[in-house]
Nanobody, 126 residues
Framework: QVQLVESGGGLVQAGASLRLSCAAS??????????LGWFRQAPGKEREFVAA???????YHADSVKGRFTISRDHAKNTVSLQMNSVKSEDTGVYYC??????????????????WGQGTSVTVSS
C-alpha cells in the first residue's frame, strides 16, 4: 500500500512559476522500488504523462514540458516535486502524483498496477 499526497497547486499567471510537491509513504521502504511521476488531466481530456523520476538522478519529461518543467526526487524523504516554469494556458489541469513499480507513459498502466494521489489543481490565467 502506497499513499501519495500532492500540494502546491493554485492559480498562476502565464509565464510565471509554480512548484508542486508530492509526499509518498509506504511500509518497509517500499517507495524505493517505485517510479514516481506526474500526470495531468485538462478539462475534457484524458490524463497525460508529464514527467517521471527513477533511481539515482534519472528523469524523463514529456516533450510538451521539456525545458520548462523539471521533476526532482528526494529518495531519502520519499518526495517528488515538479518545478513548473514559464507556464502556459495549456498547462491548466489537475496534476496527479503517481507511483508505479514499472514505468509507462500511459496513465492506464499506472492505474492498473500503481497508485495515484488525490491531485492538485493548477489553473494558468492569461
Amino acid at each position: 500500500q502506497v499513499q501519495l499526497v500532492e500540494s502546491g497547486g493554485g492559480l498562476v499567471q502565464a509565464g510565471a512559476s509554480l512548484r508542486l510537491s508530492c509526499a509518498a509513504s509506504g511500509s518497509g521502504g517500499i517507495i524505493a522500488n517505485y517510479v514516481l511521476g506526474w500526470f495531468r488531466q485538462a478539462p475534457g481530456k484524458e490524463r497525460e504523462f508529464v514527467a517521471a523520476a527513477f533511481d539515482g538522478d534519472i528523469t524523463y519529461h514529456a516533450d510538451s514540458v521539456k525545458g520548462r518543467f523539471t521533476i526532482s526526487r528526494d529518495h531519502a524523504k520519499n518526495t517528488v516535486s515538479l518545478q513548473m516554469n514559464s507556464v502556459k494556458s495549456e498547462d491548466t489541469g489537475v496534476y496527479y502524483c503517481g507511483a508505479s513499480p514499472t514505468f509507462s507513459s500511459k496513465a492506464a498502466d499506472w492505474t492498473n498496477i500503481g497508485y495515484w494521489g488525490q491531485g492538485t489543481s493548477v489553473t494558468v490565467s492569461s
